[in-house]
T-cell receptor, first 113, second 108 residues
Framework: DVKVTQSSRYLVKRTGEKVFLECVQD?????MFWYRQDPGLGLRLIYFSYDVKMKEKGDIPEGYSVSREKKERFSLILESASTNQTSMYLC????????????FGPGTRLTVT | QKEVEQDPGPLSVPEGAIVSLNCTYS??????FMWYRQYSRKGPELLMYTYSSGNKEDGRFTAQVDKSSKYISLFIRDSQPSDSATYLC????????FGKGTRLHILP
């Protein structure tokens, strides 16, 4: 079974803090993704990566950065957390190429106060 | 216009009823069409996929694509309370594009 794990299920941070969300997949997948999910807005793609040390902006990259130093690990960084970044964050991976199946982690519910 | 449109619901139906979930899409180049299911406090999981037009059946679930009208459907027969979840339709060009999801409640 493919497993995508995320470092925290729930996280509470203060405005202005630097926040790290970690994601690890165990199936040697090429591609990894970070989404945020909000009521009424659905899944929105923040950043994705097709290979180690590569990153591509998604639809809403502002206020976020990412790091992919190893194939299995993809980190999302909030440089200076703001209250409008309170959301559910979901990491996903795919095998590569034209794969239609994304494997999602359980999500991190981040609250910024 | 978002490329995959989906009514957010919620949709409430009695147990045993047939459920119909629908999406429309705008890009005629889409070839793969997927349905993901997301239980509360979990990540989405792939439920079914179809390639191009036609039907695909898996147990109580049938996925249907009509490329002429750019319409995607998921039918659930003999619905169960355990089917209560959010259902996201999706397609792909260079990356997967998700609809916003429809919340479904099956009432016991």
């Amino acid at each position: 079974d493919v497993k995508v794990t995320q470092s925290s299920r729930y996280l509470v941070k203060r405005t202005g803090e630097k926040v790290f969300l970690e994601c690890v997949q165990d199936m040697d997948h090429e591609n990894m993704f970070w989404y945020r999910q909000d009521p009424g807005l659905g899944l929105r793609l923040i950043y994705f990566s097709y290979d180690v040390k590569m990153k591509e902006k998604g639809d809403i990259p502002e206020g976020y950065s990412v790091s992919r130093e190893k194939k299995e690990r993809f980190s999302l960084i909030l440089e200076s957390a703001s209250t409008n970044q309170t959301s559910m964050y979901l990491c996903a991976s795919t095998e590569g190429g034209d794969s239609y199946e994304q494997y999602f982690g359980p999500g991190t519910r981040l609250t910024v106060t | 216009q978002k490329e995959v449109e989906q009514d957010p619901g919620p949709l409430s139906v009695p147990e045993g009823a047939i459920v119909s979930l629908n999406c429309t899409y705008s890009n005629s180049a889409f070839q793969y069409f997927m349905w993901y299911r997301q239980y509360s406090r979990k990540g989405p999981e792939l439920l079914m996929y179809t390639y191009s037009s036609g039907n695909k059946e898996d147990g109580r679930f049938t996925a249907q694509v009509d490329k002429s009208s750019k319409y995607i459907s998921l039918f659930i027969r003999d619905s169960q309370p355990s089917d209560s979840a959010t259902y996201l339709c999706a397609s792909r060009d260079d990356k997967i594009i998700f609809g916003k999801g429809t919340r479904l409640h099956i009432l016991p």
